[in-house]
């Protein structure tokens, strides 16, 4: 393959093109010698690519003794953030531990899941923490039910009290494609507002805390264990068949943002950091095409740096 970075990015917005997609995109060896990225300064929805930050911040305090992961929590019936898995998709009331908690908000994006952590280590505190990173592009001001909540108001509707898919329908009486097209417009579609971050930056946040610089040693290694068990065979995974080890995780919202970011592992040192947010040209809510695209995205980027790392070793050794 290639290592000419303009051929690399033609093949990437071939991609794109083949798929109807727009795409802001970062890659870079976990050393930082070698990267490759698009628009990878711009603004973008993060979706529940923020869930790494709160997970981030969750297994610090616990490292530091503010909580304790085993401690069990008792999520009632009544206490459901709008999402189609985990806690969010259950009837009942659920008790849990805050270890498992992490585990579905990361594994399988659970929104409930996701907002009793939020709430619990304080958005501030999250925020705090980035920001001592030098992550200064990044902003989480809400959890996923104000995400969705502000999509939804700025309809001019009322707030929100149940949406159960809007592959099918809205709780305002809109036909689909006006739903969708309304949302896509608004603030919180075009990172104006909610939470956002750059793929510079998750790539910087994902490689401080492969190297146990986000946090304590021990922090950084129970993110890295939870997002090795990320649930997600459709995006960042189907780069490569077999091979290297790969963990990450996805973010999905209305009208069409397909996102993920994380870390490709060849062995030996050989390590890639990812953050791909596409956008889906026609706002659809379900495409497995753009799904697809993200793992095309990532092994393009990824086998150039790999090549021009090879490159870079070999004009060494016979220099």
Known sequence: MSTNPLRIL????????????????????????FEIGSAADARSV???????????????????????????????????????????????????????????????????????????VGTESIM??????????TDITTDCEGIISLALQELSTEKYTTLQDTSTGNPFGLPEDEFVAAIA?????????????????????????????AADAEACAEVRRVMGLQFAPHRLSS?????????????????GVRNEVGVVDFGDGDVYVVAIFLRDKNNNMRNSKVDAAIGKIAALAIDSLRNANRDAAATAVTA
């Not at 189609?84 to 929104?111: F, K």
């Not at 705090?128 to 592009?137: K, M």
């Not at 790969?246 to 209305?254: A, D, E, V």
């Open 128 to 137: 705090s923490r980035l920001r001592a990173l030098g992550l200064n592009s």
């Open 185 to 213: 417009a608004g603030e919180s579609l075009n990172a104006r507002g909610g939470n956002t971050s750059t793929p510079r930056e998750m790539t910087e946040l994902l490689s401080l805390i492969w190297t146990d610089k």
């Open 46 to 120: 993060t979706a529940s690519t923020y869930k790494v930050p709160v997970m981030l911040e969750v297994a610090a305090q616990a490292s530091e003794g503010r909580l304790h992961l085993a401690d069990r929590i008792k999520v009632p019936a009544d206490r459901r953030t709008i999402g189609p898995s985990g806690i969010s998709a259950m009837t009942d009331d659920v008790e849990v531990s805050i270890r498992d908690l992490a585990l579905l908000m990361m594994q399988v994006s659970d929104n409930t899941a996701t907002d009793i952590l939020q709430e619990m």
């Open 10 to 33: 033609a093949s990437i917005a071939d991609v794109c093109d083949d798929a109807n997609a727009s795409v802001a995109f970062h890659v870079r060896s976990l050393d930082g010698k």
């Open 239 to 255: 780069a490569y068949v077999d091979g290297p080890t790969i963990s990450g995780k996805t973010g999905t919202f209305l009208a």
